[in-house]
């Protein structure tokens, strides 16, 4: 295995309510080893993205640290790419100058920049909407030109948080095989939040299961099909146990959570 | 094979018709069929008639009006003694010098109040007590009269064109830094957390993404700050000046000279009418240019 690029080690999130002491993460600890596709599912309010916002440094847990590399990195911006559900592309840059944001904010000089977008653009599918702005576009090209801007800006580890949650189906089914293409193309670590169950099985090396209340990983499940996948793969009978297997696991949390709101 | 599935399926549409038709045969003596009501738009030449039809009937019946003494000369005076000041005014009068005097104090108070206005409002992102505690002096200054200050500003800045400007500044300014602060709250909180995300510093927030959103609402207000940048002259005229077409107006209506009044006011809308489409044109000009 290779070694750890990301190690969430111990990390609990505590909100003062008026009602008392929130725990939105209970001592999650999860170590991604290095250019590993990991994936988070679990139901609505597991602190999915508390973990991500911890991660890219703009909420400080209440206890644990973040480690990249082995160094700490707890509480500081700009280690890891984070691309959020919404792609918010600014609508008054070009297609090109919104792809850029990640290397310009970093002092990249904005022509030398440019210069390593446009190959890019052209060889993942957006070729001709260069200069095009992003409400000339569709679902699709907006969220791969997010993509690509968490991409380009240069950090080994990316954070998906359901990029295509809002997609039509048809359309994320290619995004996801876009996705495993660029993934393997760069050798970036990835972490993937999803509601997908499918997704997530499909994308992941290993699928990371959470429970609600107070928001913690119940399982870890490896994921071993081979790679490259193509969608046959998801009507294999391994690809049934596993989805039958996250599904249960699931359910099982949904119900208890019932029990616990009667 | 083909043939009688088509003719089965012609029968059965027929058979659908002639029951929806009766359902509909019974409802049609209890509610008559109603059509879409549809306004028919007339040419625009006809439309253009009847408006220049309008203004000529109002000018021939006031001008008959008053030749026939059923409208008060002395109050009302008359469009012929009105176009005859209006010559007056503009070959041996002040016409120019009065026409430039405003236009200068609306431009000048137009310009000063909305980027102090647009600044102030976008100050307010960097940080939150600070906003907090500005609030409510900013609201009261926006209630307020700001016309009722006027006699003060002119008290303060003197008869000449800075009282002007202040006034036209003190009506612009509020609404430039309350629409500017309205943009500043409409941030995405999202976008922020993309650009942190991406390591960005304040300074990197404020200059790519604060300020190129609100620039559409700063935009937005260009329209009404002119309006009011030109009443503000006006009202700093009327109280004390020397120059300008409120002046005139103040001044002809004290010596009963009201065909002046209305000479005054009319070239006064012009000028109000051609800088409000100057300004909806920059309006239009800029926002092109911000949306790409």
Redesign the interface.
Known sequence: MPSTKLLIDDVSMKFATPAGVFHALDHVGLSVPRGWFVSLIGPSGCGKSTIF?IV???QEPSEGRILIDGVDATGT??????M?Q?D?L?????LTDNII??M???GVKLAEARARALPLLRRYGLAGFENA?P?ALSGGMRQRAALLRTLL?DTDVILLDEPFGALDAQTKLRMQEWLLQLWGDFGKTVVFVTHDVEEAIFLSDEVHVMGTRPGRIIEAIPVVLPRPRTRACTTTPDFMALKERCLHLLHSQAVSSIEDAA | MTIPQTSAKIVATNTVATWTADATGGAASAKPARRLPVQKDWPTWAIVTVQIGILIGVIAFWEIGANTGFIDKFFWSHPSAIYHTLTIFFTTGDAFTDIAFTFRSTILGFLIGTFAGSALGLSFWWSKNYATIAQPYIICFESLPKLALAPLIVLVFGIGIASKIAVATALTLVVSTLTTFAGVKAVDPDGEKLFYSLGASRLQVFRKLVMPSCLPWIISVLRVNIGLALTGAIVGEFIASQHGLGRTIIYAGQTYDIALVWVAVSVLSALAIAMYVTVSWIERMLHRGVKG
């Open positions: 916002n890219a440094g703009l911006i700009g280690r890891v790419g984070y959020l919404k918010l600014l609508p008054w840059r070009t944001l990640g310009e904010i970093q702005y409400r800006f």
